[in-house]
């Protein structure tokens, strides 16, 4: 007696590019689908990092005048927030490798846009921190930027600079739009409605954007990052360490041997401590020594207005010298930025100081993203993002409540802002002397060097 095999069940389908929900070309050119992730990326970032980053400083006075709060109670919110949102990185890292960030993004705008609807109707601070820290942060951590741009470092190798610069143009989009937007909110119908109609907009806008554009990697669909241009072209010396860099494949436990991203970590968490502050005490701080709030308004959206301009060079910038260098001096112009809003007098000179300010601000997304991608590849981008991740938070998430306590105890942020001078300059020095890391078994990826 003869016994039958067992079934063998059918292959998987292969995907091909005909299997993606968007026109391979436009108006008789062909496009690669990579740039709709990064058009997805531009609106994401613009209602999800624009509104968390940029709109909560413009209802800073309006909700501690009626809720009875302090300075350092909303920063708290802030931190809090930062420190959960790294704790919940360790998990997505994973995800976002496997399954792409398409479902992310849609629960996390599901989630986000119901934590701006609920802090429009807090009374309590236990109630703001639960929305602040917990609702709204687990929104953010699956529609904000690890998110997008993961996706978008799979889907570019060569031209990951300014496509990741043209996604984070939505971040200075929202923070030349938001506080402005805010303040006619609050004006016309208080801090409560302001906060619900961000909420709305989110579900409208990035919902059905994330369920249409969203996909893992070009290789799921039998194409190539950049459309096949590195492997199809005669590439720089630069340009073959990053392709070298993208074929390795990293685990949590061979990343962590390195002393590359211990130091990457170091770096970037004294770098987020003055960016995180600013953006949540300037209007406040700006108005404390004189200003009206739309005159305060308008200095602080000359961040999103100099980010808007400067995003796209710092992308073209990252593509064409190595980025510990582009870092650098990143890291030095946010430093001079803040010394020269303390510094100067009357409104144009404050909007002319946080313009340069705000220059270094828009390459801070552009050029993190790239030196982790530049350092450590695609292909397990999102893993090693996630063990960095919640220790450059949380060590960046003391900045919000730092500025909150200098003014609360002081009067004035003059010793905070002193700091952040002081960390940016430690930042620069300190990427300039992080090395390449040594993947085990195999020769080190030189993504960094010269």
Excluded: C
């Excluded at 790294?86 to 934590?115: E, K, N, Q, S, T």
């Excluded at 016309?188 to 996909?215: K, L, S």
């Excluded at 340009?239 to 494949?249: F, K, P, T």
């Excluded at 710092?314 to 650098?328: D, H, K, N, P, S």
């Amino acid at each position: 007696m003869t016994t039958s095999a067992a079934p063998v069940p059918p292959a998987p389908e292969q995907r091909t590019a005909a299997d993606l929900p968007l026109p391979a070309s436009l108006f008789g050119r062909a496009v690669f689908y990579g740039w709709y992730i990064v058009a997805a990326g531009l609106v994401a970032s613009a209602l999800s990092s624009g509104i968390q980053a940029y709109g909560l400083g413009t209802f800073i006075r309006p909700m501690t005048e009626e809720l009875g709060w302090s300075r350092t109670d909303i920063s708290l919110g802030q931190t809090l927030s930062t420190a959960v949102g790294g704790i919940i990185g360790l998990f997505i890292g994973g995800l976002i490798d496997r399954r792409g960030g398409r479902m992310l993004m849609i629960v996390g705008a599901i989630i986000g846009g119901a934590g701006f609807v609920g802090l429009g109707f807090v009374q309590t601070l236990w109630q703001y921190y639960l929305v602040k820290a917990v609702i709204l942060t687990i929104g953010m951590a699956g529609m904000g930027p690890m998110i997008v741009n993961v996706a978008i470092s799979n889907w570019f190798v060569r031209r990951r600079g300014r496509a990741i610069a043209i996604s984070a143009m939505g971040i200075s989009v929202g923070a030349f739009v938001v506080p402005s937007l805010a303040a006619w909110l609050i004006g016309q119908f208080g801090w409560r409605i302001a906060w619900m109609v961000f909420g709305v907009a989110v579900w409208v806008v990035i919902i059905p954007v994330a369920a249409v554009v969203m996909r893992r990697r070009p290789e799921d669909f039998g194409l190539e990052p950049d459309d096949g241009w590195v492997s199809s072209r005669a590439v720089s010396a630069l340009d073959q360490r990053r392709a070298d860099a993208d074929a390795l494949e990293w685990t949590r436990r061979e990343a962590m041997r390195t002393p590359t991203l211990w130091l990457l970590i170091l770096t970037f968490g004294l770098a987020g401590m003055g960016v995180g502050a600013l953006l949540l005490h300037l209007i406040a701080y700006l108005t404390d020594i004189g200003f009206s709030t739309a005159e305060a308004a308008f200095a602080f959206s000359m961040i999103g207005l100099s980010g808007l301009i400067s995003k796209p060079f710092w992308g073209l910038l990252v593509e064409r010298v190595a980025t510990r260098f582009v870092a650098a001096a990143e890291f030095v112009l946010l430093g001079v930025g803040i010394l020269l809003v303390m510094m100067a007098p009357g409104l144009w000179l404050t909007a002319a100081a946080i313009f340069i300010f705000g220059v270094g601000v828009g390459g801070t997304l552009t050029v993190q993203e790239t030196v982790w991608a530049d350092y450590y590849g695609r292909k397990t981008l999102g893993t090693v993002r996630s063990i960095g991740r919640p220790f450059t938070i949380v060590s960046s998430a003391g900045g919000p409540v730092l500025a909150g306590m200098a003014y609360d105890l002081g009067g004035s942020y003059e010793v905070a802002f002193s700091v952040f001078v002081v960390a940016y300059l430690g930042a620069a020095a300190l990427i300039l002397f992080t090395p390449e890391p040594r993947h085990p078994g195999r020769a080190s990826v030189r993504a960094a060097s010269t």
